[in-house]
Structures are given as C-alpha cells and as structure tokens.
C-alpha cells in the first residue's frame, strides 16, 4: 500500500490564512512565558518596566485581537518535509493570495515593496510572500508561519569568517552584532545563530533557529552548551530589556551548524524580536490538511 501523503497548494493556504490574523495578534505560549520569567528575574530595573509593558501590550492586542507591534512583517512560510511526503511543484501557488487575503482582512499594515531597487512601491497586499522547503528525516510534514518585522531583521548579519577565526571568532562576531545592533530590534530578543553551510544557505540556517520553542535547547549537547555560553554573553552586557539596562537582553540563544568547505566558516546571525510571531502545524493525513500543534498564550 502506498502510504506517501500528498501536500497540496490548498492546505498551504488554508493553514496560513489561518495563522496570520492569529500571530500578528497573539503572542505563542512559549514567548509569553519567557517574557513572564524574565520579568520576574528582573527585579528592580528599568528593563522591569520594560517588561511590564510588553506584557501589558501582549494582554491587550490578544483581548481586542490587534496587532502586538505595528511592523506587522513579511510573510515566511517554510514547508519541513519528510521522506514519506510528496510535494507537487505548484504547493505555495495560492499562498500569496491567502497572505493578501489575510492581511486585509485583518486590517494589518502591508509593508512589502515591488522590487528592492528598481521600484519601491508598496505592492498594497503584503505579497509575495518568501517560502521556502526544507527536508527533513523526520517523517511527515510541517509547516511553520513566521511574520517578521524589519528592525530585526535589518539588525542581522552575515560573514564569511577565515577558518582561523575559530571559535573566539564566531563569539567575537555575535557580540560585536548584539552590541551594534541589538537596541533596534526590540529585546529581549531570540537569537538565531547558522554557523556552517555556504553563503547562500547559513543565513537560512540562522533564521530557521527561530522556530526552535524558547527552552528547547539544541540536540547536540555540544551545540546546547554553545547556545548557554552565547546567551550568558548576551545578557552579561547588561543592555537588558527595551536595551534600557537590565539582566534580560535575549530570551534564548538558538544556533544551527552544518558542513562547510575546508576555507570557509559562514556565519549568521538573525535577530528576533520581542513579539516572535510565529505558528508551526503538522499535517494531518487523515483530513489532508494542517493542524496547528504550537499554542497561543491563553490555550
């Protein structure tokens, strides 16, 4: 019997007409939480009342069901697909009109320009939206949403280190980004970190680090403890919440590595913001669409 499940174009799109209107307003129970332990390891700071706000901010939009921020982001949709899943070569044809469905119905703000250089005109709708496919061991398929603001992304970087710069290197280069750049992505932030790869594939590395659930640290216990090491770096600068001072300046540090050639050592390092918009589903192969098995803060 043939047990290969088939995604189609249809169950994309229902899946992130969905999830939009919910992650622009709602913050995953993850992130919510996070914000909530750090606020009370906080203590007496400035960063307390940072933290304090931002959880006012997440109550309000989830109650009244606005917009946690105002850069309501580009669209990433990231299909993570197993062996035992085929998927036809039109699978995101109708997600574009989902995302500029979603994104009017739900009166959010469209910030998606035509062309980078030749024509910076809004496209009014929020499309294109950027996907992308992974493969993955893992049987299945899932499908993560991710709405990402442009201060966290433009606080981002990549370089091609010399193989040299080993370890202090890479630990230098995060640091020099985090105390450069960190203030204008709205900390506390999560941290993804691709290290290996080529220069094309290690910034998708750092951002696909962003899906990782804050607290699930890495399976590889020696990248685990980088990722310990990292955030302890981070928060030691004291920067904190709202980069006002404080203890709390990254809620988790998230590093993916991969293979490289023997002169390279590609690393990036994309910043997420306080408001993680972000929704993971699993497709159900009995209805042959996609359930959300991520919760929002509330469920």
Request: glycine share 10%; proline share 5%; with cysteine.
């Amino acid at each position: 019997m043939d047990t290969t499940k088939i995604i189609t174009k249809q169950a994309v799109a229902k899946a992130v007409y969905q999830a939009i209107p919910d992650i622009a307003c709602v913050l995953p129970c993850d992130v919510k939480r996070s914000l909530e332990e750090a606020r009370e390891a906080e203590g007496d700071t400035r960063g307390a009342l940072v933290l304090d706000q931002l959880l006012e901010n997440a109550e309000i939009a989830a109650h009244d069901h606005v917009p946690i921020c105002q850069d309501t982001g580009t669209c990433w949709v990231c299909l993570e697909v197993g062996p035992d899943v085929c998927v036809p070569g039109d699978v995101f044809a109708e997600t574009d009109d989902a995302v500029a469905r979603a994104y009017t119905e739900a009166l959010l703000r469209k910030s998606v320009v035509r062309d980078a250089f030749f024509d910076r005109t809004n496209t009014g709708d929020n499309t294109p939206a950027f996907t992308d496919i992974h493969f993955s061991e893992m049987p299945g398929c899932r499908l993560h949403v991710l709405l990402k603001g442009g201060g966290s992304d433009n606080a981002s970087r990549v370089v091609m280190l010399a193989p040299g710069a080993g370890k202090q290197g890479i630990l230098d280069e995060i640091m020099d980004c985090v105390r450069h750049k960190a203030a204008n992505a709205c900390p506390p932030l999560v941290i993804g970190v691709g290290i290996g790869g080529t220069f094309d594939k290690v910034a998708g590395m750092a951002k696909t680090a962003l899906l990782r659930p804050i607290g699930s640290p890495a399976r590889d216990e020696r990248t685990a403890q980088l990722e310990r090491e990292l955030l302890d770096m981070v928060n030691a600068t004291g920067m904190g919440p709202g980069a006002l001072g404080g203890k709390t300046l990254a809620l988790a540090v998230h590093v993916n590595t991969a293979p490289c050639h023997i002169a390279a050592l590609p690393l990036a390092i994309n910043m997420g913001c306080s408001a993680m918009r972000r929704a993971t589903f699993e497709f159900n192969a009995e209805t042959g669409e996609f359930d959300r098995i991520d919760t929002k803060a509330g469920e």
